[in-house]
């Protein structure tokens, strides 16, 4: 999503903008546009599942939750909640369930864990060993690592061959190694692939991600394992529907 919302933000100029929805920006929605009109846009990058907009003075940050959309072409529709103005072009916030949220500075990103693609294998391997919650629910704990989301913590724990259930600080420094290198060769593999587009995920130029079929988990329950052939099954952990092989993922 950053890499492809770049070209078209990074030195525009904010003209205006308008906030429609109490759940994304649930502040002073007039403040908001008043504190982004007229700034100029110095750099966006991803933090975890954040986008943070620099501005020339202060953040804007944004989450897409689990429908949003940031497009920069089209025009807005009933479920348009974000409506940025630029010097050229326009940039439209869509979220039909409104889960999401635009809000200004970074105290949320700040408190974030650090990059599961920049984390050293000996910090990662410390890190796990000091917690004793279930690796699965780790993986997406934000202030443990920042970004990793429920499709990748499915892919990346089959890709190491480590069961979802397993209690993190038991894992051995070979499992942690396997689940450091599967974690980066998930990960890069998604952003190679732009993503998962499993119902409603498109970059800013509304193209679809095409990772999802790649999975070999995610969504598969009950059907074979593409490794062993055995039925992959479905639980829920940290309230999440996690899917796995019971043969290929030992606890």
């Known amino acids: 999503m950053v890499r492809s919302l770049a070209p078209h933000l990074v030195g525009r100029t904010i003209v205006s903008a308008r906030f429609t929805s109490k759940h994304v920006t649930p502040g002073d929605r007039a403040e908001l546009a008043r504190q982004v009109t007229g700034r100029r846009i110095e750099s966006i990058r991803r933090r975890g599942k954040f986008i943070d ?3 020339d003075a202060g953040h804007l940050v944004m989450h897409l939750g689990m429908t949003g959309k940031l497009l920069t072409s089209g ?14 072009g326009v940039l439209l916030y869509d979220d039909p369930r409104q889960f999401g949220s635009i809000e200004w500075g970074d105290a949320r990103v700040r408190r974030l864990g650090p ?26 704990n934000q202030s443990f690592l920042a ?30 190694g396997q689940l450091h290198r599967a974690m980066l060769e998930t990960l890069s593999l998604a952003i190679e692939h732009r993503g998962s587009s499993i119902s409603d995920y498109v970059d800013a130029d509304g193209k679809r991600g095409d990772f999802q079929a790649l999975h070999r988990v995610y969504g598969r329950d009950g059907q074979p394992c593409l490794t062993c052939g055995t039925a992959i099954k479905k639980a829920v952990v940290a309230s999440r529907g996690t899917h796995y092989c019971p043969a290929c993922q030992k606890r």
């Open 53 to 55: 907009v620099t501005l």
């Open 115 to 140: 990059e599961p693609l920049e984390i050293l294998l000996e910090e990662f391997t410390a890190a796990l060993r000091a917690r004793k919650t279930r690796v699965k629910a780790l993986l997406l």
């Open 75 to 88: 025009v807005e529709g009933k479920h348009t909640y974000g409506v940025f103005t630029l010097d050229d």
């Open 147 to 176: 970004g990793i989301g429920n499709i990748y913590a499915d892919e990346m724990l089959f890709a190491a061959g480590i069961h979802p259930l397993v209690k993190a600080f038991k894992l051995s420094a070979a499992r942690a």
